[in-house]
């Protein structure tokens, strides 16, 4: 098609944010940061390479996620761990927060509940900030590695991608058979994973993952959850992902209790106020 004669007037039309924020509710880091100093560690799980895990943390309690043997990037899926209905929705929190989440960002739930699930407390990554490339950490803009995709590109039939992990952690936890399961699996935080947008295609990217043994995310539990994690084959992802040739690690999550009264004044943050009429 031949350019308009107004086409440069058209792009240059200063972008308007969709999602002004200024109005969230904003966690009390200070508060959460006490009690984080009087918690002690009251349990520990492992998603080994290529697998995944499950895990639960109680309101009020915090997780952290770290990479203890080497760079390893992981796919996280939390659920309200009395209600699986209540899931978290990368697409809106995207829309709140950007492509990237960092310290004191927030993780929320799928309509109609949308409300914070958890609030990331400590980021040792937050130092790399946007590098030339557009590139960023922990983003929520991709979906997880597939087998659907892998099927459609390639052919294959790949079962220690993302999805198929988290899917059969997910039913070993709750007794579910994987067909129950699956559907509950949605898009993920990709945690530790360096990614971003192509300025000339627009195509999802991923480069090497920046983390190193000793980093960490570490999140409070705003309601009560289970979380599963899956180790992604990708390894550091900075070649490929869905199959066995990257290096991989496992992903160790640790969960901490703080002291009785260390938050005292705090409580979990109700279900959104829409009324639910839809207009009629």
Request: aromatic residues 10%.
């Amino acid at each position: 098609m031949t350019e308009p004669a107004d086409a440069a007037l058209r792009r240059a039309i200063a972008p308007v944010i969709c999602y002004p924020n200024e109005t969230l509710p904003v966690p009390d880091l200070a508060l959460y940061r006490a009690a984080r100093a009087t918690a002690v560690k009251t349990g520990e799980f492992v998603a080994p390479p290529r697998e995944a895990c499950t895990f639960r943390v109680p309101a009020g309690q915090f997780f952290r996620i770290s990479a203890p043997d080497g760079p390893q990037v992981g796919d996280l899926n939390l659920w309200n761990a009395n209600d699986l209905s209540e899931r978290f929705y990368s697409g809106k929190t995207r829309a709140l927060h950007g492509t990237h989440l960092t310290t004191g960002e927030r993780m929320w739930s799928a309509f109609p509940y949308l409300r914070p699930m958890a609030t990331i407390t400590e980021d040792t990554l937050a130092w790399y900030g946007i590098d030339q490339y557009g590139g960023s950490v922990h983003d929520v803009i991709g979906t997880r590695c597939d087998p659907y995709t892998g099927n459609l590109l390639s052919g294959s039939q790949y079962h220690h991608c993302c999805h198929s992990n988290l899917t059969r952690a997910l039913a070993d936890e709750t007794g579910m058979t994987l067909a129950q399961a699956e559907p509950h699996v949605h898009d993920v935080l990709n945690v530790f994973m360096c990614t971003g947008f192509t300025r000339d295609t627009g195509q999802y990217f991923m480069k090497a993952s920046p983390v190193r043994a000793g980093d960490h995310l570490e999140f409070f539990a705003e309601i009560d959850l289970l979380g599963a994690l899956s180790a992604c084959p990708g390894g550091d992802c900075s070649a490929e992902h869905s199959s066995d040739t990257s290096t991989c690690h496992p992903l160790l999550v640790e969960v901490f209790a703080p002291a009785d009264g260390a938050l005292a004044g705090w409580t979990p943050p109700p279900v959104n106020g829409y009324d639910r009429s839809h207009g009629r």
